[in-house]
């Protein structure tokens, strides 16, 4: 529209000005060579945009009309299953992705070896409450990392507190010898619920390291969910520097059961609780990143990562945290390969293994990319479940976050609105080196927490569109940080002619 309003201005101007031009009046002449240059690169401008807008039609085609995400998530979540690190199901994953890659043709296919942790979950745990003539049953599960119960399980009363700064109000007299039951639910009126988990999560990484220093027995943490249902939702937690004797049991408590437990203590504040857990650390194995890449035709020395974690929580198949990103990760490049992209950038998809218990793989690719001095100019990560595609958030400078914001309205026709700065990915986080653009897909996170950790989180809880949707988001990104560069970067190389 813009254009051809200037293009109608222009052909007036030209057409009144001619008579005017014959008198030679320098100033006009020079004026009009001034008018001539904004014409042509606002045309330039113009066609660029309708070449890119086109450009992101094309991907957006191909991942919703002939996409490969979702049946590779289908392999990864059905054949494969939970793909906790050190397990057989991780090891699995790490061979199929690695096959599938190289059937797409990259340029280089490669696994990249990484000691992980290794903790299994051993039998399904056993937990209930035992009030004065009552038993019953709970659903528990045991948080990653943590040590077993006694083979004959634990029992002990329980104490409720709201947070880690609540054990300061009770002390070791109120404490000791007791479950510290964790009880702080997740904020329901934040939009953002990374942020309601984020003010949580504290219970859960921390609680058994901060309630063993005022003696406590165990610990039983409330899910992390908005959600009130039988569900426990296990994820990573640290004893810190605690000594393996100073070690308590941890657990999670599902929502449902953590309301009927509070309520029960209110009537007994006596009652007891047991619990049986049969988990154990073992010492670090061998695992991989599984990573390939096209290399690019012009700058093959910058790199773009574009990735998600392969490992997973083994309660439910991982579908969602974070197969999804997983295998949006592999469709950017297939889409890139299926387009006939070439990109000018090196494009590389990293599937980074044990984000979810020690974050290896991250911490490993950015070593040894340190090592080798390899330049990477962006990294994008997909790892918030596989919803509704809303945009990005970036960890950029100024600078850098406005030019990406100049691309905000190629994604309009595909409801892509959310562009902030703060926050990317965790894999991808030991990249950060005050340059490199790190920036993580964001879907729509309302329902993310009804899923994260727990056994519901399967191949059927995610939505075919919603997750070819994030792969051609995520490709059209890429495909534009590809195309452009970044502004700072780019300033520091020599002048080409
Ligand atoms: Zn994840």
């Known amino acids: 529209m813009k254009n051809q309003l200037l293009e109608k201005w222009f052909f007036i101007f030209v057409s009144s000005e001619n008579k005017e031009y014959k008198q030679k009046n320098m100033n ?120 077993a119960t006694p083979a004959t399980g634990l029992r002990a009363q329980v104490i409720e507190v709201q947070g880690l700064e609540d054990l300061k109000n009770y002390g070791k007299e109120q404490i000791e010898g007791k479950i510290v039951f964790y009880n702080r639910p997740m904020r329901p009126e934040l939009i953002h619920t990374f942020q309601a988990y984020g003010g949580c999560v504290d219970q859960r990484y921390s609680g058994a390291e901060e309630a063993a220093k005022y003696g406590a027995a165990g610990v039983i943490v409330r899910s992390l969910s908005h959600k009130l249902d039988e569900h426990p939702h296990t994820g990573s937690m640290s004893y810190g520097d605690l000594s393996n004797d100073q070690r308590i049991p941890a657990a999670a408590i599902s929502t449902k059961d953590a309301e009927y437990l509070s309520s029960m203590l209110k009537l007994d504040k006596d009652l007891q609780f047991y619990y049986k857990m049969s988990c154990k650390n073992y010492p670090d194995v061998q695992s991989h990143n599984v990573i390939g890449e096209i290399t690019g035709s012009e700058f093959p020395n910058e790199i773009i990562v574009v990735g998600g974690h392969l490992d997973s929580w083994d309660l439910g198949d991982g579908a969602h945290d974070d197969g999804a990103g997983v295998v949006q990760s592999m469709e950017v490049l297939r889409l890139f390969k299926e ?135 995520m490709a059209s990104l890429v495909y534009l940080v590809d195309k452009y560069g970044f502004n700072s970067i780019e300033m520091e190389q020599p002048l080409k002619d």
């Open 28 to 147: 006009r002449d020079f004026f009009l060579i001034l008018v001539i240059c904004s014409f042509f690169t606002a045309s330039a401008q113009f066609s660029q945009e309708r070449q890119d807008s086109l450009a992101l039609r094309n991907l957006y085609d191909m991942s919703l009309l002939n996409g490969k995400s979702y049946s590779w998530l289908e392999h990864l979540s059905n054949d494969i299953g939970g793909r906790l690190s050190g397990s057989v199901e991780a090891e699995r994953a790490v061979q199929y992705t690695k096959a599938e890659l190289e059937k797409l043709g990259l340029d280089k296919v490669w696994l990249q070896p990484v000691m992980v942790p290794k903790w299994t979950r051993g039998q399904a745990e056993y937990a209930y409450v035992q009030t004065a003539g009552n038993t019953n049953t709970v659903n528990i599960v045991a948080l990653g990392g943590s040590v």
């Open 339 to 473: 387009t006939g992209i070439r990109p000018k950038r090196t494009l590389r998809v990293v599937l980074f293994m044990n984000e979810e218990n020690g974050l290896r793989g991250g911490n490993k690719y950015a070593e040894v990319a340190k090592i080798n001095g390899e330049n990477h100019i962006f990294a994008l990560e997909s790892d918030s479940g596989s919803f509704t595609p809303r945009g990005f958030s970036f960890d950029a400078t100024n600078a850098q976050f406005e030019q990406v914001e100049s691309w905000k309205s190629l994604f309009k026709p595909y409801l892509i609105h959310y562009f902030e700065q703060g926050g990317s990915g965790a894999d991808i986080g030991p990249l950060e080196n005050g340059t490199t653009v790190l920036a993580g897909l964001r879907p729509d996170s309302q329902r993310y927490f009804d899923y994260h950790h727990a056994a519901t989180d399967t191949f059927e809880a995610v939505n075919k569109r919603e997750l070819e949707l994030g792969a051609a988001t």
